[in-house]
């Protein structure tokens, strides 16, 4: 018999469905908490989803149980990023190599997936149930529902209950909690492009749609029902700001002058501005993850900003390695619990680097000459040695065999080498010529 029976996951979003579905498989009675009504049946607010890019971590993930090819089928493959300049010309970077591209999903339809997924398998979800306090000495939670108050005991809490995690919350008022959360100046608007009057997209739908305009973005990513989720990144306050975007008039003249070829296919700009919140861009580090039978998971325990789209395949990754331990460890939690957590802080402190890093290369880089140069010596050294020269983008995002911490030292032994490259006199012209090997060999 397992020493652990009955497990209590704190939030429904994505993270504690997929972890859910790996527990209910093992065995465990589990019991999933969420503040929020049940979305299959009710609409939830919107403007707040950013859709999600999958790749081969989070795919990896769900292939475990049994789920990749299903949600596969409501995915759009993006092959590439499309760039769009201030004029309206297009430039095409490719994210990897032929056949190599990221999955475009919608956050809530995977969400509504996962979760009825997790109930075939006899996982238990209570909504809008509240958590308004841990005890750890007694892995019991106090939930409240409606105007009730009630205490219940578990063998095992896990905290998966997102950036402003309530079990995380309980937690920072433990001793030697560490914990910070750093906003960026930036903040979201979610937007929309619809499908054209004859059904269709009216953008190239295999591709991640970037406007670049250096301290500001806008992004689109499609969707199955020929639209475009669209989402502004624009700093709070300052001369390009939300603060700025008071008026219809403003913002109808903001986005003339900057995303000219975006705003004539958006005629509900006003309606989605004036609807969809603003929302805040956060990164959060702590430690430690575990408290006596409780675990954080997930965004409880790193929350990212989403500009390497890894937040979720990170999420989904945690479950895959818990899973793992769990195997190796016979499901012996008091051993697997502190191996987990001191195995995945420092790929959540990569990984919540990387993705900082990453915004200034969507924002400021792309559409730099420069930049753009860079990356095509990196596409001709990984074409030429695949298997020694594997640029940063595709270590993390193709590569499951690889930690985030690994791939970012990687990347930035690349990034030393790129830039003596880089300073080669007349390179742009040399380029073509330059000794691949000698780079690559710089590695070792």
Not at 227 to 234: G, S, V
Not at 297 to 303: L, Y
Request: charged share 25%; proline share 4%; net charge negative.
């Amino acid at each position: 018999m397992k020493e652990t029976k009955h497990i209590a996951i704190v939030g429904a979003g994505l993270v504690g469905s997929l972890l859910s579905i790996y527990l209910a498989k093992r065995g465990y009675k589990v019991s999933v908490y969420e503040r929020r009504l049940d979305m299959r049946k009710h609409l939830i607010e919107g403007g707040r989803s950013i859709n999600l890019a999958l790749s081969n971590r989070g795919i990896r993930a769900l292939e475990d149980v049994g789920m990749a090819e299903v949600l596969k089928q409501n995915a759009i493959p993006m092959h590439g990023r499309m760039i769009h300049d201030e004029s309206g010309r297009l430039n095409f970077q490719p994210y990897g190599k032929t056949g190599q591209f990221i999955n475009s999903v919608s956050r809530g339809g995977l969400n509504m997936v996962l979760m009825t997924e997790a109930e075939k398998h006899g996982v238990e979800f209570f909504f809008e149930h509240r958590c308004l306090a841990v005890d750890f000495s007694k892995t019991e939670l106090t939930l409240q529902e409606y105007e009730a108050v009630k205490h219940k005991s578990f063998d095992l809490i896990i905290g998966s209950d997102g950036a402003f995690s309530a079990v995380r919350g309980a937690m920072q008022f433990t001793d030697r909690f560490e914990y910070q959360q750093t906003f960026i100046e930036h903040g979201y608007k979610e937007l929309r492009i619809p499908a054209s009057d004859s059904g269709d997209y009216l953008l190239e739908p295999n591709a991640l749609h970037i406007w670049p305009r250096e301290s500001f973005m806008l992004i689109a990513l499609p969707n199955p029902d020929k639209t475009f989720t669209c989402t502004l990144f624009l700093p709070f306050e300052g001369p390009s700001s939300f603060a700025q975007l008071d008026s219809k008039e403003n913002i109808q003249a903001f986005f003339e002058k900057h995303f000219s070829d975006a705003v004539t296919m958006m005629p509900t700009l006003q309606e989605d501005f004036r609807d969809n919140a603003t929302a805040s861009l956060v990164t959060i580090r702590c430690y430690p993850w575990v408290k006596n039978k409780t675990l954080l998971i997930g965004d409880a325990s790193h929350g990212i900003v989403p500009f390497f789209g890894q937040g979720m395949n990170a999420g989904f990754e945690d479950c895959r390695v818990l899973n793992e331990l769990l195997d190796q460890y016979e499901d012996k939690w008091k051993k697997v619990l502190p191996v987990f957590q001191e195995l995945r802080k420092p790929d959540a402190d990569a990984i919540a680097q990387l993705a900082l890093d990453n915004f200034i290369e969507m924002r400021d880089l792309v559409a730099d000459e420069d930049f753009i140069l860079r990356k095509k010596i990196e596409a001709e050294l990984h074409e030429r040695y695949p298997d020694k020269w594997i640029p940063l983008y595709s270590r993390v995002t193709f590569r499951d065999d690889q930690r985030y911490s690994e791939a970012l030292a990687v990347g930035k032994k690349q990034k030393e080498i790129m830039d003596r490259v880089m300073n080669t006199p007349d390179i742009k012209n040399k380029w073509t010529s330059i000794n691949l090997e000698e780079i690559v060999n710089q590695l070792k």
